[in-house]
């Protein structure tokens, strides 16, 4: 079975055989042999030539999360077999920022239209006891502020679009 | 003060710190009380305790801020004793008046002294009085703009804007230059009304490189006092903790000595009772200026309550008993090395913005030497209302470097699902040269942040490996089970369950 898999920006084509427990695994045409067993309902054993590697993993709904030594990181799954491949990212136009936690938002710093620099604190969100200031994701235009003063958004909620 | 037992602690807050004041009163045979707001029900601390009240909806100002609630509760359980661990109403100078008048003891100052030490202009105030060096600054607060401008102008830019009813990092603001002074002003007045109920703000000149120390102090109703050394607390963000140690790699045997001193200077002139902390600033030529005192116990008391061998929650119970403080200061020795990583519900890769969930899957480190301090247990939901503290990671050991070694240890055993937290940002700073060499100031997180997060090769590939394998294995269960529809159902099914008939057919 094939995916593509990417991680911290890093796409990898694997190609897993085998099964209970004993695996040859190709990366990008590399073959590995892994022993793996599932340890817990969210963690498993690697033993990748000789080496151990005890991990949570965890579905995400584009793949797995995976705990590591220190952090997790996400893994984003496309199987290649059946060309489900992942829509590419667009690395132009226009750009969003959205909530990343829930929260109030207690102050709009640009108006729309203005010239923003990437980086350049957008809208200041309270979550936590703590006041966030939200950075523009690129240099732009300010097209739209999706929000107002006062206003309670949820995670993943728009709160402005820079183009 | 005659002493008394206490029969019964009522724990006035949330999350690790009502854990850890439970788990000292069980070893002391006391039975605890935790109150929970709504959004709590389900938590560590309710589970931990003896009995539990609720207090009332999730909001910190409808539960854990009630004064009435929290006393309400005291009387119904009949608890003879509060304890407020920290934040909340743990510096409410209002709150321990109304213990005191309720015949309930609050484990902690007396009303009087929270009051005089909590606003922060009097305190400097105080310091002054009893000889300690203080950072340039207002001794009162500053009322409108313009006033604040000429005093700022006055102490001359950089500033620190502070909140007079502060603490926590909360209300505070570096203001270079003058241009900034006003949106500062707003955003500080705003954030300590939010926190405090109270917008009264205060200046300190900011001193270049600052080095954070800090003295903890205990002392009893009999006129006793001692010190427990300090506390390096250089590491933060946003003007927050987020690694301490003990002994402070800056300080020299007579430095440490003067600022022990100093602090119970201020013990003695104010008339301090239990345990409290003096926060000194430390300048390059290793000259020590007061901050502030925190009068309750502080987050990080476990990297002195390892190099001293000392149980503070105990000592602060037993103190709020009347018992007299069982050492002198020649008892009182600093061994070993500790300290302390906070483990918050935070996104260092996103300039550790909140992270709130939750966690669903989590593996605590253990072994000798450490020692974690945890709020929650795997399912626990990390709540958007209260602070994004998970747990304190506490390791001792004999030298500075073996402590180095093993918090890199515990922290690479720790493994967390759900939520993202300060851990990887550890073991970037445990890695980190000037961290080792024990040669941080108060812009270290910055430092280490410009550096970069390059995960190197090896972690992405063997991540790569156990989602791809796992993946493998569902879509397998998923062929060979009855009725299975093969990967494509598998997939539009959103990679959601599976996980548990996986487990099953490999056990």
């Known amino acids: ?163 | 003060m005659s002493a008394r037992a206490f029969r019964k602690v009522l724990i006035a807050n949330r999350g690790e710190i009502a854990v850890r004041v439970a788990r000292a009163c069980r070893e002391m045979g006391i039975a605890s009380v935790a109150v929970f707001s709504e959004a709590d029900r389900a938590a560590l601390h309710v589970r931990m305790a003896d009995e539990a009240l609720p207090i009332g909806p999730a909001p910190s100002r409808e539960s854990y801020l009630r004064i009435d609630h929290v006393l309400d509760a005291a009387r119904s359980s009949g608890a003879d004793a509060i304890h407020p661990g920290y934040g909340f109403l743990a510096e409410n100078a209002d709150f321990a008046r109304a213990c005191e008048e309720a015949g309930i003891a609050f484990i902690g100052p007396r009303s009087g002294t929270i009051a005089l030490l909590g606003e922060k202009t009097s305190a400097r105030r105080e310091a002054v009085a009893a000889g300690i060096p203080v950072v340039p600054g207002t001794f009162e607060p500053v009322a409108g703009d313009r006033e604040a401008a000429q005093a700022a102008e006055r102490i001359g830019y950089p500033v620190m804007l502070k909140a007079a009813a502060g603490g926590g990092g909360r209300g505070l603001r570096l203001v270079a230059s003058p241009v900034e002074l006003l949106p500062a002003l707003a955003r500080a007045r705003s954030e300590a009304r939010g926190a405090f109920g109270d917008d009264r703000l205060y200046f300190e000149k900011a001193l270049a490189r600052p080095r954070h120390v800090e003295i903890q102090i205990l002392a009893d109703h009999h006129g006793n006092a001692v010190h427990l050394f300090e506390r390096e607390c250089s590491i933060q963000r946003r003007h927050q903790k987020v690694i301490e140690e003990s002994p402070s790699p800056l300080l020299t045997p007579t430095l440490r000595r003067r600022m022990g001193d100093l602090a119970l200077a201020l013990v003695r002139r104010t008339g301090y009772v239990n345990a409290g902390t003096l926060e000194f600033l430390v300048d390059a030529d290793l000259q020590p200026y007061f901050l502030e005192m925190n009068t309750r116990l502080q987050v990080e008391h476990p990297v002195t309550e390892m190099v001293t061998g000392l149980d503070l929650v105990k000592l602060q119970i037993r103190i709020a008993q009347g018992e007299a403080l069982p050492m002198r200061q020649k008892d009182v020795v600093q061994r070993g090395h500790a300290i302390e990583c906070r483990v918050y519900a935070e996104d260092p890769d996103a300039g550790f913005l909140p992270s709130p969930g939750r966690i669903t899957a989590l593996r605590v480190p253990g072994g000798p030497g450490v020692r974690d301090d945890s709020g929650v247990s795997e399912g626990a939901e990390v709540q958007v209302h209260y602070d994004p503290l998970v747990s304190k990671l506490v390791v001792w050991a004999e030298s500075r470097e073996e402590a180095i070694r093993r918090m890199r240890r515990a922290v690479s055993e720790y493994r967390i699902l759900g939520i993202r937290t300060t851990l990887p940002f550890f073991e970037r700073v445990l890695d980190h040269p000037a961290f080792v060499a024990g040669d941080v100031d108060t812009s270290f997180v910055d430092t280490v942040l410009a550096a970069g997060n390059g995960r190197p090769s090896p972690a992405i590939e063997i991540a790569v490996m156990a989602a791809a394998i796992t993946a493998f294995e569902e879509s397998r269960v998923k062929r060979t089970a009855p009725g299975g529809a093969g990967v494509a159902a598998w997939r539009a099914a959103g990679l959601r369950e599976a996980h548990g008939s996986r487990l099953g057919s490999r056990a």
Do not use: C, W
């Open chain 1, 1 to 163: 079975m094939t995916f593509d898999a990417t991680a911290s920006g890093r796409t990898i084509r694997v190609d897993v055989r085998g099964g209970d427990g004993r695996y040859t695994v190709s990366l990008d045409g590399r073959p590995i042999e892994v022993d793996h067993v599932a340890t817990g309902r969210h963690f498993a054993s690697l033993l990748v030539g000789g080496k151990s590697h005890d991990l949570g993993v965890e579905k995400r709904p584009r793949g797995y999360a995976v705990a590591l030594p220190g952090g997790a990181l996400t893994v984003d799954l496309a199987e290649a077999a059946r060309g489900l491949s992942m829509p590419a990212r667009p690395t132009g136009g226009p750009a969003r920022l959205t909530a990343p936690m829930p929260g109030r938002v207690v102050r709009v710093l640009e108006a729309p239209g203005a010239e923003v620099a990437a980086g350049q604190g957008l809208v200041v969100i309270e979550a936590m006891k703590m006041e966030n200031e939200l950075k523009s994701p690129r240099a732009g235009r300010l097209q739209e502020m999706a929000v107002r003063e006062g206003q309670a958004v949820e995670a993943g909620a728009l709160l402005a679009v820079v183009g």
